[in-house]
T-cell receptor, first 113, second 115 residues
Framework: DAKTTQPNSMESNEEEPVHLPCNHS???????IHWYRQLPSQGPEYVIH???SNVNNRMASLAIAEDRKSSTLILHRATLRDAAVYYC??????????????FGTGTRLQVTL | NAGVMQNPRHLVRRRGQEARLRCSPM?????VYWYRQLPEEGLKFMVY????????ESGMPKERFSAEFPKEGPSILRIQQVVRGDSAAYFC?????????????FGNGTRLTVT
């Protein structure tokens, strides 16, 4: 199965941009890159996903490297409510995960005043 | 449009009792996924169902656990003869289609405590 590698934790100051990296060197051509986050005591929440092109939505931006072996989730202005565990997940026909999303350990983001 | 509803939010059972966890997917969603999160651990996939059919149960323990998603009504995750190791948060997610082109929408979970 294609795997992702993320830093265990990151810190950010409030109101500053945050760049959360994810390495996925064994990604296949049909794998989508998904990002979810889990706030304390809540279920995971979808953030964004993409295949090849960079993506923007109201929550974040997703920058995908040209070779697709890495990606970066960008929170443009972190707030205290963005403190969560962020998961980078590959899902596609060739990952063996066509029927499920496999969550790793993610990156725990701390946001301070 | 209401989100994924799970109930109860908290459930306490004694060892040996049965636990029934309910999940009502979002309106129009026919795909349901169950995940378990043990204390201080990550989310582990359990089972994927699509109306009346189990598509993938590769993460489900072979004994005591079962899941269903009937034509009418919520999806049910049933744990028979619970043990302390079953204490965890159980999350349900739904989507309108498989293949993850559409994102999964998660509920806020049922926290099961076995005493």
């Amino acid at each position: 199965d294609a795997k992702t590698t993320q830093p265990n934790s990151m810190e950010s100051n409030e109101e500053e941009p945050v760049h959360l990296p994810c390495n996925h060197s064994t990604i296949s051509g049909t794998d989508y890159i998904h990002w979810y986050r889990q706030l304390p005591s809540q279920g995971p929440e979808y953030v964004i996903h993409g295949l090849t092109s960079n993506v923007n939505n109201r929550m974040a931006s997703l920058a995908i490297a040209e070779d697709r072996k890495s990606s970066t989730l960008i929170l443009h202005r972190a707030t205290l409510r963005d403190a969560a565990v962020y998961y980078c997940i590959l899902a596609g026909l060739n990952t063996g995960t066509a029927s499920k999303l496999t969550f790793g350990t993610g990156t725990r983001l701390q946001v301070t005043l | 449009n209401a989100g994924v509803m799970q109930n109860p939010r908290h459930l306490v059972r004694r060892r040996g009792q049965e636990a029934r966890l309910r999940c009502s997917p979002m309106k129009g969603h026919s795909h349901v996924y169950w995940y378990r999160q043990l204390p201080e651990e990550g989310l582990k996939f359990m089972v994927y169902l699509q109306k009346e059919n189990i598509i993938d149960e590769s993460g489900m323990p072979k004994e005591r656990f079962s899941a269903e998603f009937p034509k009418e009504g919520p999806s049910i995750l049933r744990i028979q003869q619970v043990v302390r190791g079953d204490s965890a948060a159980y999350f349900c997610a739904s989507s309108p289609a498989g293949g993850f082109v559409s994102p999964l929408h998660f509920g806020n979970g049922t926290r099961l405590t076995v005493t």
